[in-house]
């Protein structure tokens, strides 16, 4: 699988700290599971990370402290590498888990004709998690976001103003994107999607339909 959009380096750095919630972490998780190049970016982050709190607490009010911390970040980590592999499906893991394990059994509920979508329950309260199949050639409402959304592709492919997104490739986008994705594979376009707040779609229509569509 040859991935071409990956995370953001602020994206990278709150999942090596733990600092996501749970949709965009098992967005995230799902994404590494089917791309070595952000695996290896967490990876080196972790051990970033691991470094600093060393660093802290060994030598809180040392005036070398910076520089000594420097010498630690060359030293090449030695984390092991993550677990990763995706299941028979061609589903990542952290997904799988949740939907079990299948796309063919995914109780799609149509919203509009040629778009379904399927909610995942999780404990957040300040983002939602839902699965989208978007048939060839629909266009996605135009829409701001309200902030960060992710959209992990499973399966066909989109484009807009970013490019081609297929399977494997994320767009990790923050609150001032504004775009309008077409469908652009001959089959269905399936993606997991995080968002952190309501899409604020743009047009009457859309504002009319979004509570319908409820993203
Ligand atoms: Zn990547």
Request: glycine share 8%; charged share 25%.
């Amino acid at each position: 699988m040859t991935v071409h959009h990956h995370l953001d380096d602020a994206s990278i750095m709150r999942y090596a700290s733990g600092d996501f919630d749970e949709a965009f972490a098992i967005v995230v998780a799902s994404h590494l599971a089917m791309c070595e190049e952000c695996r290896a970016a967490v990876r080196t982050a972790e051990a970033m990370g691991g470094a600093v709190l060393e660093a802290v607490e060994a030598m809180p009010l040392a005036k070398d402290a910076f520089d000594r911390l420097s010498r630690m970040l060359d030293v090449e980590p030695e984390v092991p590498p993550m677990r990763h592999e995706l299941d028979a499906g061609n589903v990542p893991l952290p997904l799988s888990r949740l939907i079990g394990g299948d796309l063919a059994q995914v109780p799609w509920r149509t919203i509009v004709p040629g778009m379904q979508r399927h909610r995942i329950d999780i404990a957040s309260t300040t983002s939602s998690l839902y699965m989208l199949k978007i048939a060839p050639g629909r266009k996605m409402p135009e829409h701001g976001h309200g902030g960060t959304e992710m959209t992990l592709i499973l399966e066909g492919s989109y484009s807009d103003i970013f490019g081609q997104f297929a399977a494997g490739d994320i767009a990790d986008l923050d609150e001032h994107v504004e775009h309008q994705p077409v469908v652009d594979s001959d089959i269905d376009c399936i993606c997991l999607v995080a968002t952190e707040h309501p899409t604020r779609f743009k047009g009457m229509i859309s504002r009319i339909l979004q509570p319908l569509i409820g993203i």
